[in-house]
Structure formats: C-alpha cells, structure tokens
C-alpha cells in the first residue's frame, strides 16, 4: 500500500497536481534520457555520419530507477 | 496559552509548530509531532548545509517554556529578521531568486533524505541582502515514491506571477496581494500570451496542462492520486524542469516612471553630492538603528542610512527603480539595505485570516527614523493628501524625520501642476512647518546647495 494514502498532509497537494507531477516529471525524465542514449546517433544523422556505439566502459551509471 | 506570550498570526496553519513572541523576542515552538522530522533536519546534516550556504536561518535551542507546553517538542530561537516583507513588495529579481532559492533547497534537502513540504514565498525573507528560508519546520522526512505536495504552491507562488511579470506584465505580480495562496493557475494561465501553451515547454506543462487537470480533477476523490508513485530520481527532474522554466524568465524595465529618473531631476552632480552630505550629516546626529526610506528611487541616498550600518528599507513605487536597486545590491553585496516595492499612496495592508497572517506596512514599524526625499510633492501635490495628513502618517511610522521640501517654484512641483489647477495655497514653506508643526519639532533646516529646496531634520513632539 501507498505511503501518501496515510500520510497527514498540511497542504492539499491536489489531485490534479499530483498527476501532472508525474507526467511533468516522467516526460522530462525520459525525454533527458531518451535524448541521453540516441545522443550519439541524433548527431550522427544531422552530420550525415554513420553511428558508431560508444564502448561500454565509457557510460556512466546515472539509471532512472 | 502562557500568558505573556504572544502566537504570531502568520504561522498558525502548520500543525508542526508556531512562532510566539515573549518579552520582545521570537520563539518558535516545535510540537511533538514534529520531533522526528527536527531530528533528522539536524542528524541529515541538512540544517548544517543549509545554513552554512546561508539559505536557511539560523537558530538556537532554547531552555524558554513553551507557549503551548501540552503539544511542546522543544522550544527553538531562530536569528531575527530585520525586516519582513512580502512577494507582493519584492521586485521581480527578488522574486526569482526567492524562487531560486526554495528549488534548491528542496534540492538539497532530498539528497538527503528530507523535502520540502510546503513552497511558500513567504516563507523566504530577505536577510543581509540575500534571500533566507524563515521556516525551520517546512522540512519533512522524504519517503521513497512519495510525490511533491508542495509542486502546487510552488507554481502559484513562485512560476505564476514569475512567468506573468516577465510575459505579460510586471505589475500583474500583485495579483499576489489578492491571492493570498499564489496566483491561481487558471488565472494564470488564461492571462499568459497564447504561445506559451505551445509543445512540452516548462510553462504548457506546470501552468497550463497543471490548471487544465486541476479542473479535470478537482471533485475526484484521491484514489487515482493514491497510486502515484514518484521514484526520486524523477522528483529530481521536476525540480530541474522547474528551475529550467524559471531561469530563462527575464524583466527588463523599459519606460518607466523613474528608470533614469536621476539624469532628468534639478540636481547636477555637485548638488546631489551635497544633498547626499546633508543626509548624512543629519543621519549622524540621529543616529538610528532602523530607518525607512520612502520613495527611495534607486536607493542613491538609502546608502547614506545603509553604508553607516543602519538596517534600512528602501521602497519606491516603481518596480524598475527597486530591481536596479536590488541587482546593485546583489552586485556589491552590501548587508543592511532592502529595496521594496510599495506605493504609498496605498501601501500595503493587513491580510489574511482575522487580518492577521499579514501586516501592514505601519505593523512593521515603527523605526527610529523615516526618510522622505522629493516626496513630498508627489503625495501633496500628485495625489491631494494633506501636508498635516502627511505629517501624522510620517509620525506614526518614526520619531525622527529627514524631509525634503520641494517648494512650487522648483521645476519639478510646476510639471506637476502644469496640467492641474494650483488649489494648494498652503504648498509653501511656511505652510510646510506649520502643518508638520503639529507632530513634529524641527531640530535642523538646511537649504539643500544647488537648489530651491530645503532638507529638514523633525523630531516627534
């Protein structure tokens, strides 16, 4: 069960703000990671270049979850 | 209650605790339920960051009794602020580094394992030139997948009359003054130009989209709220959005009523350098600890009360003279002045629940000395008040007075009556002292060299 259905809230966060919250916070958030990972071949295409993937070692372990 | 102790309006919502005041200090009372949020504020370490950066105050605990000893976890003595002020007299760079300044303490505070349980603007005050979150209980213990419930009253606080001052118009930033909890969002976002709702930008989302679900919303239980579930990873991405919405937001006075009011007035250099000594000189003799300076324009001689330690308001009308006096301030880092937006001819009233949450400019009074140069003429003139109403409002809010005389000879006083009749027989010198006669004692009189006006030194009879 959900830690918000029992907390004793002083502001009335709003339903309708708790759920733009998460879109706003999900969409940015895998808009920057999404943008993150295709980095490399976004910018392959505009240079008209072929993509070639980093090596693994290189990437850092910045996960959502 | 304990007699003699006195529970301060402002912060009776919060159940985790209140403020009282007890022979002229102020406490704040933390209750029970509010003791194991207190502990991890200090064990986190985020009392210790926050204030070491200067973004929250200061306190000590404090062996005082509680004002409400049946709910008492402890009894706190937070540093005092020298002057408390409201979004509403702030001018729009204040507002956004109070903005600022709440993002990245709620930043702060859920890196380590706390966050902000409320986004109030008036929880920030300014203090030594810089903006300061007031509210040692606004922090919570952060738990994992719990959303933001402050993120409304950010936006209407903070985003809201941000996104409207540096869009719209800056004078819509009173709006806040009407809505005591921040501006609407459906206001906001029908007053917003039309572009602005426009793709995933930070304004569609956290005004527009977030006023259209309010409304989708407003009636339904929370059920469907329940099952959010925020990682914090992701509440860490609300934030930057927030903050990436607000950074880009700008206000650049253009034509104002003052913006370069200096290079046009009657004062060549030399003159104002000596009106300057002459303040000076009567600020000395005086020697306050507090003053308000009314109708301070950019703050030019505010600096003669400020650079002699004196912990100095400086309020003008026109919100273009405040910012460049503020972002001045920011640029030099200078600690006792604090430039206000208030009119007033109207100035700020009591507000709120039982008119108590807010004050009125006079509540924040009185202070030792109230300074009012080129001013008088606006009030008398401008706006019809009486030279004795202007004297009795001047003595309520000091006991001692530095005033300017700007006689109808002076260019100024004929610009202002060259599109009116002249039904002020009394606008003269004479007539000056005898309506301030009543208040005050005139202890210096000075003809301010360079011009036909003349500097008074009052004393409150």
Not at chain 2, 129 to 145: A, H, M, N, R, W
Not at chain 2, 344 to 361: D, F, I, K, Q, V
């Amino acid at each position: 069960m959900h830690v918000i259905l029992f907390k004793l809230n002083y502001l009335d966060p709003g339903s309708g703000s708790l759920l733009v919250q998460l879109v706003a916070a999900g969409l940015l958030g895998s808009i920057g990671i999404l943008t993150k990972i295709f980095w490399g071949r976004i910018k392959a295409f505009f240079k008209g270049e072929k993509y070639v993937p980093p090596q693994p070692a290189e990437e850092e372990d910045k996960s959502e979850e | 209650m304990k007699s003699g102790s006195e529970r301060i309006g402002a912060s009776f919502r919060d159940p985790s605790g209140f403020i009282f005041k007890r022979d002229g200090v102020l406490y704040r009372q933390v209750n029970q339920s509010y003791s194991d949020a207190y502990e991890k504020l200090i064990s986190s370490g985020v009392y210790a960051a926050l204030t070491k950066a200067g973004a929250l105050i200061p306190h000590t605990e404090s062996a005082e009794k509680p004002a409400d000893p049946l709910l008492a976890y402890k009894v706190i003595q937070p540093e005092p602020v020298p002057f408390i002020s409201y979004p509403y007299e702030w001018s729009f760079t204040q507002l956004k580094d109070a903005a600022l300044l709440t993002l990245g303490v709620t930043r702060t505070a859920l890196e380590k394992g706390m966050i902000l349980k409320d986004a109030s603007a008036y929880n920030i005050q300014f203090i030594n030139g810089k903006p300061v979150l007031i509210d040692t209980l606004s922090f919570d213990i952060y738990q994992e997948g719990a959303p933001w419930d402050a993120y409304r009253q950010f936006c209407q606080h903070f985003l809201a009359p941000l996104a409207l001052a540096s869009l719209v118009d800056i004078r819509l930033t009173q709006l806040l003054r009407v809505y005591i909890d921040g501006i609407p969002l459906d206001l906001a976002s029908s007053l917003l130009p039309g572009k602005t709702k426009m793709g995933l930008s930070g304004l569609a989302l956290h005004i527009h989209m977030h006023a259209r679900a309010q409304q989708q919303y407003a009636d339904k239980a929370v059920s469907q709220a329940a099952a959010v579930k925020i990682s914090k990873a992701a509440l860490l991405n609300l934030l930057n959005s927030l903050e990436k919405t607000i950074q880009p937001l700008k206000w650049e006075p253009k034509d104002t009523e003052w913006g370069n009011y200096y290079n046009a007035t009657n004062y060549s250099d030399d003159a104002l350098k000596s009106k300057g000594m002459l303040v000076g000189k009567f600020v000395e003799r005086v020697n306050p600890k507090t003053a308000w300076d009314l109708g301070a324009n950019n703050g030019l001689f505010s600096r003669e009360l400020s650079k002699r330690g004196v912990v100095t308001t400086a309020s003008d009308i026109d919100p273009a003279a405040v910012e460049q006096n503020y972002l001045a301030i920011k640029s030099t880092g200078e600690r006792c002045l604090l430039p206000l937006v208030i009119d007033l001819t109207n100035p700020s009233p009591a507000m709120g629940w039982a008119h108590s949450e807010r004050n009125s400019l006079l509540e924040r009074g009185p202070v030792d000395l109230v300074m009012a140069l080129a001013l008088i003429h606006h009030l008398a003139i401008s706006n019809n008040v009486p030279l004795e109403t202007v004297a009795e409002f001047l003595a309520s809010a000091a006991k001692y007075a530095i005033v300017e005389f700007v006689p109808k000879s002076d260019s100024q006083v004929k610009r202002l009556l060259a599109t009116r009749k002249d039904i002020f027989d009394k606008y003269t010198e004479a007539g000056f002292e005898t309506a301030f006669s009543e208040e005050f004692e005139i202890l210096e009189k000075e003809p301010i060299p360079g011009s036909q006006r003349t500097l008074y030194l009052l004393r409150k009879r």
